[in-house]
């Protein structure tokens, strides 16, 4: 790696982020929306990947390893592998044993992204980068090294801040590089905005905005602190100038990971949004929301056709979950409890198991046809009408697609109902 001082990697060998005790690893695997394979094939390539061995996936600014090591944890005997690149060697060493820990194999570089193009890796079928690329010095450098070691029909999972919802944050670090320089020990910065955040007047937007800053703190102490007060280089991006920026990197966005957030109904229910183009309401709906801190989405290449899932009612296609169940957390559900219930970034799922859609839900195993699947709910419940069985499974499939729980795989033949 260029030995070039850099305040971003001084701070991540100060504080690997985020902080993880490799002597604790198999107590809790960490996950991430934008890590769920299942969830990327269905977003980016329709399904088509055919995620085994072969497959490669870069994490660019591992950290200390959440994502590369879900991503090998779902990946774990396909023959398919996860490379890891980061700038700070502190956290490499704790992102390693990590994988040690779980019996993993990750080929770790020390590395710029800026720089991960000249290193002979080669090219990823998915390359996920979650909170890393708004501290480059220049996130459009960073972008096109990670572009150009895509595969022809690969794609992108990425994390970026959001502007609006970090006013109070930029406001306290633009006073925090006034009282607490960076001229001043690590040490002495961080106790001085310890003090600074614990005596904000009441009246003050930042007490107003308290929980956008205080979480962070409270989850991982002194290194979630300075990454959120104290950074060096951190910028965010609205709605357009995420678009933008991912055209001017021949990049565009496939989808975000929640999609009904990015709908300005959602917090508006009357309002009209029928003139708006689709960066428009997206732009509406950060506005209405008006505290979204992240923006995490799929970003394909500009340069290849978008490939879309099957549609909800191809009879030849496969039903197909979309969450890695490591904790077997739906599978249980589906066998004993009254409803699905699952909470997603602050966001709800409630859905009813009645007997008929439990049966149906529990039939989807990656590999039968919604055809099948219709014609046995027909036997088993002859009492229904096939009107009744399609609309039962176009409920429930909008629900838990809406959800990233649930997509439909190309199947051998299509033919839709
Ligand atoms: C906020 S942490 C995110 C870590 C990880 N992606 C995650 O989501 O848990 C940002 C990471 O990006 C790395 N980083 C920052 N600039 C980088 C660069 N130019 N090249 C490679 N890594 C970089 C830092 O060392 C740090 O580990």
Not at 44 to 56: D, Y
Not at 210 to 225: K, P, V
Not at 295 to 323: C, V
């Amino acid at each position: 790696m260029t030995a070039i001082a850099s305040p971003v990697r001084d701070q991540y060998e100060a504080f690997p982020y985020p902080p993880r005790d490799p002597g604790r690893e198999l107590d809790q695997l960490h996950t991430t929306l934008i890590g769920q394979l299942a969830l990327a094939n269905h977003v980016l390539a329709g399904g088509h990947w055919s995620i085994g061995s072969g497959f490669r996936v870069l994490d660019a600014g591992c950290g200390t390893g959440d994502n590369a090591i879900f991503i090998a944890e779902q990946l774990r005997g396909t023959g398919a592998t996860v490379t890891g690149v980061d700038l700070s060697e502190h956290s490499l060493t704790i992102a390693a044993a990590r994988a040690r820990a779980r019996g993993l194999e990750i080929d770790f570089h020390h590395a710029r992204i800026e720089e991960a193009p000249a290193l002979g890796i080669g090219a990823f079928d998915y390359i996920v980068s979650a909170g890393v690329l708004h501290h480059l010095p220049d996130p459009g450098a960073g972008l096109a090294a990670l572009r150009s070691l895509l595969t022809p029909g690969g794609g992108m999972g990425l994390m970026v801040y959001g502007q609006y919802g970090r006013t109070a944050i930029y406001q306290l670090q633009e006073l925090l590089r006034i009282i607490a320089p960076p001229t001043l020990a690590a040490e002495q910065r961080i106790a001085i905005a310890r003090r600074t955040v614990a005596e904000l007047r009441a009246e003050h937007w930042a007490a107003f905005g308290r929980d956008t800053f205080a979480g962070e703190i409270e989850l991982h102490g002194d290194a979630g602190l300075y990454d959120v007060l104290l950074h060096s280089t951190d910028r965010a991006y609205t709605i357009p100038q995420i678009h933008e920026w991912l055209a001017s990197g021949g990049m565009r966005l496939a989808r975000f990971i929640m999609p009904v957030l990015y709908e300005p109904s959602l917090y508006s229910p009357s309002l009209d949004t029928s003139g708006m183009n689709l960066t428009a309401r997206q732009a509406a709906a950060e506005l209405l929301h008006g505290r979204m801190q992240k923006h995490s989405f799929f970003a394909a290449r500009a340069d290849a056709p978008p490939l879309d899932a099957p549609p909800w009612h191809d009879l030849a296609a496969i039903p197909t979950w979309l969450r890695f169940d490591h904790d077997g957390l739906i599978r249980r559900q589906l066998a004993e409890r009254p409803e699905l219930h699952l909470v997603y970034e602050g966001f709800e799922l409630r859905l009813t198991l009645d007997p008929f859609r439990r049966v149906m839900l529990k039939s989807i195993d990656g590999r039968r046809t919604l055809g099948e699947i219709l014609v046995e709910m027909a036997a088993r419940y002859p009492k229904t009408t096939v009107q009744e069985r399609v609309r039962k499974w176009n409920e429930a499939y909008a629900a838990l697609e809406q959800f990233n729980l649930l997509g439909m795989r190309a199947g051998a033949r299509s033919g839709c109902l």
